[in-house]
T-cell receptor
């Protein structure tokens, strides 16, 4: 059973461009979480999604950031008009069905975004 | 708001030594606590998950304890090895907002051969 996959592993963008980060959860997992790790800081929760639904986006910046988890395909974290402060490692985690707070979250290797 | 603190921020020990990493949290109404290791430039590997009703969990040379009332958890590593060198993170999930983990900033461990 392959683990959580994220691509790309490294992404370089210039200010103003768009960044798309992809996350494929573990097989059989339908719950996806995105976290951001800024340099010298701990991981911070961004958003929790189930298939086709955003359950909790309390950690998402109000502008430029969006996330989706379609019925088919990976979860996408999209950052529009990137700025230097968006440079960070973005981690995706998944948990199995039934989802919820009793289950472990399994983390992917992360996407390291650098904004020039 | 949940604050998670890990002390020390960095630790260097000789190979073979037993060691303890500390994690404290301000809101004791947690659902569970999970310890992870993070290798440089890599993702997180889950080590141990402790539900709020449990006092400890063990896996190989690792033992994690939880004292919910005092807001503390410890990760005990026995007979440390150079391969244990990594950053160790603890994370808690609250009863109230159970979807998200609150992470500490980690303890960077170096085991010297």
């Amino acid at each position: 059973n392959a683990g959580v996959m994220q691509n790309p592993r490294h992404l370089v963008r210039r200010r103003g461009q768009e960044a798309r980060l992809r996350c494929s959860p573990m097989k059989g997992h339908s719950h996806v979480y995105w976290y951001r790790q800024l340099p010298e800081e701990g991981l911070k929760f961004m958003v929790y999604l189930q298939k086709e639904n955003i359950i909790d986006e309390s950690g998402m910046p109000k502008e430029r950031f969006s996330a989706e988890f379609p019925k088919e395909g990976p979860s996408i974290l999209r950052i529009q008009q990137v700025v230097r402060g968006d440079s960070a490692a973005y981690f995706c985690a998944s948990s199995p069905d039934p989802g919820g707070i009793s289950n472990e979250q399994f983390f992917g290797p992360g996407t390291r975004l650098t904004v020039l | 708001k949940q604050e998670v603190t890990q002390i020390p921020a960095a630790l260097s020990v000789p190979e073979g030594e037993n060691l303890v990493l500390n994690c404290s949290f301000t809101d004791s109404a947690i659902y569970n606590l999970q310890w992870f290791r993070q290798d440089p430039g890599k993702g997180l590997t889950s080590l141990l998950l402790i539900q709020s009703s449990q006092r400890e969990q063990t896996s190989g040379r690792l033992n994690a304890s939880l004292d919910k009332s005092s807001g503390r958890s410890t990760l005990y590593i026995a007979a440390s090895q150079p391969g244990d060198s990594a950053t160790y993170l603890c994370a808690v999930r609250l009863l109230e907002t159970g979807n998200q983990f609150y992470f500490g900033t980690g303890t960077s461990l170096t085991v010297i051969p």
